[in-house]
């Protein structure tokens, strides 16, 4: 575990402050729980996905190559 500093607007840290003395542990014990949940959430979060630019190869002329770039893609 490492030591680290956390700027907290007044109204948030009033808010941890009051649940860890209701609960009985320390602001650095509740705020480690905030901490862990918060990223535990985002890690199980996926970005959405997107049709807007799938497939784009930067190339302008695949239409008139299709056949080509199809033959060079699979190696033949």
Do not use: C, N
């Not at 009033?14 to 480690?32: H, K, Q, Y």
Request: net charge positive; aromatic share 4%; hydrophobic share 40%.
């Amino acid at each position: 575990m490492r030591r680290t500093t956390v700027f907290a607007d007044d109204e948030v840290l009033d808010s941890l402050l009051a649940m860890a003395r209701r609960r009985g542990i320390t602001l650095a014990e509740i705020t480690r729980e905030a901490l862990t949940a918060y990223v535990s959430r985002q890690r199980g979060k996926r970005r959405p996905l997107t049709l807007a630019g799938i497939g784009r190869s930067g190339r302008s002329d695949v239409a008139e190559r299709a056949e080509d770039l199809l033959k060079e893609g699979f190696g033949r």
